[in-house]
């Protein structure tokens, strides 16, 4: 926008509900991404802090460009990055590899963290999750016998009942990690479906089907 007599906007509750507004929605433009891209968190913090330095460099050019023009370079620093991944996302209509997955447990363990102000801790929280294609995988090996069969056989000349027993294998969980949100929503006996898209420019992002087991 450009103003011919900013005093006269910045009187307008308008202009200022629009200035302490936008950080919150920048925010929440991040989190979302954050969601679809797992990136990891030196990822994130270089994200985060690269518009924030190109924005002080062109504050510190403030002698030789307009301050109009100071501005729209300020905002642009910190959307095109958001952009960027919104049309990679947006305009990809490429076939998903998509993997279910059966919710066997949760837990939220807390960890301890250290950094240049001290100690502190974070609680995450997971999923214990197993593969669809794995749930009735049928295996001769010693984790559960469901169910069991007698029947007559003849061996040599006299008759003799034997049992058969049927063992059903349940394979490791892996670990699926989620927000305190969906940790609390769902729970064991619920499905998960991920979907992985390549990505138009090639930098692949997930989409979650969750479903509970009504």
Request: glycine share 4%; hydrophobic share 35%; net charge positive.
């Amino acid at each position: 926008m450009k103003d011919s007599d900013r005093k006269n906007i910045d009187l307008y509750l308008s202009y200022k509900l629009l200035f302490l507004t936008t950080p919150v929605l920048y925010g929440l433009i991040l989190w979302k991404f954050f969601e679809w891209y797992h990136f990891s968190l030196s990822t994130q913090l270089i994200l985060f802090l690269l518009p924030v330095i190109v924005s002080f460099f062109i504050k510190t050019k403030s002698k030789d460009i307009p301050n109009n023009t100071q501005h729209i370079l300020q905002t642009m620093s910190f959307y095109s990055i958001p952009f960027f991944l919104a049309v990679n996302a947006s305009f990809d209509f490429s076939k998903p590899s998509s993997k279910g997955y059966l919710i066997t447990d949760k837990t939220s363990p807390i960890e301890e963290k250290q950094d240049s102000e001290g100690y502190y801790k974070i609680t995450d929280y997971q999923f214990k999750v197993i593969p669809k294609e794995k749930m009735n995988t049928v295996q001769i090996k010693k984790y559960e016998i469901p169910a069991s069969k007698i029947k007559l056989a003849k061996y040599k000349k006299d008759y003799e009942y034997l049992r058969s027993y049927y063992f059903k294998e349940y394979p490791k969980p892996t670990t699926v990690h989620v927000n305190r949100k969906t940790y609390h929503q769902f729970g064991k006996g619920d499905f998960l479906d991920i979907e992985t898209y390549p990505g138009l420019f090639g930098i692949k992002w997930t989409y979650y089907h969750w479903k509970l087991n009504d």
